[in-house]
């Protein structure tokens, strides 16, 4: 700093204030020596990171408005109706008909005079037995279970005979059979379908 004497006051000094051209050129000591300019390149990350972040919220707002469209269509699981028309007595002959077993879970079973339907659940566990034709049985492949023909257990863990489902003629003479309704025979009690008339159907 400039200094300047004091005329008359022994000798003292002054300090000059300073110019304007010093003072003009302050600011851009300060702009060199002090803060630094952010850089330029330091603009994409932040750029970058606001995307991010706007397309996470985006995401989150999509994926909950499809949600909320999601209700406008309840899942309805179309099965088969249990209540259908499987033929004329006539379509089957003596024996153990399959024909409805993959699509009804029903064996079918002709008679000399009647006919009436099991219901191909194993009663141990549920499995569904296998028609052995050579062996004129039912075989369940889980544990071993085996039936006679008119579905009476006799050996293996299941406790007692398959059931059978409902039966009945419809106006034109064909079969119509309900697996909703279905006829047991409990262990130690007697059968419902020796004493049910629905649960098979006299044939000639
Ligand atoms: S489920 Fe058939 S024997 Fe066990």
């Known amino acids: 700093m400039e200094t300047t004497r004091s005329p008359g006051l022994g000798g003292g000094t002054i300090p000059k204030p300073p110019s304007k051209a010093k003072l003009a050129a302050k600011p851009a000591v300060v702009e060199a020596v ?3 300019k952010p850089q330029s390149d330091e603009k994409p990350p932040l750029t970058f990171r606001r995307r991010l972040v706007w397309t996470a919220v ?3 707002l999509i994926t909950n408005f499809l949600m909320f469209l999601r209700f406008f269509f309840p899942r309805t699981l179309f099965e088969p109706s249990s ?7 006539a ?9 409805f077993k993959q699509s009804h879970r029903i064996w079918v079973v002709r008679q000399p005079d009647k006919l009436f339907v099991v219901y191909a659940k194993c009663t141990h566990l549920g499995c569904t037995p296998n028609w052995v034709e050579t062996e004129n049985k039912y075989k369940c492949p889980c544990h071993g279970s085996g039936y ?22 419809d106006a ?6 309900d697996i909703a309704r279905l006829y047991s025979c409990p262990p130690g009690a007697p059968c419902q379908f020796e004493t049910d008339p629905n649960s098979y159907l006299v044939v000639s």
Do not use: C, K
């Not at 209540?83 to 007595?89: L, S």
């Open 58 to 60: 985006g995401g989150f």
């Open 91 to 99: 379509d089957f002959s003596l024996g153990v008909d399959e024909r």
């Open 148 to 169: 006679d023909m008119e579905g009476r257990n006799f050996e293996g863990p299941a406790p007692r005979p398959m059931d059978r489902a409902h039966v009945e003629f």
């Open 34 to 36: 002090g803060v630094a």
């Open 83 to 89: 209540r259908f028309r499987i033929g004329y007595p």
């Open 172 to 177: 034109d003479g064909q079969i119509v059979v």
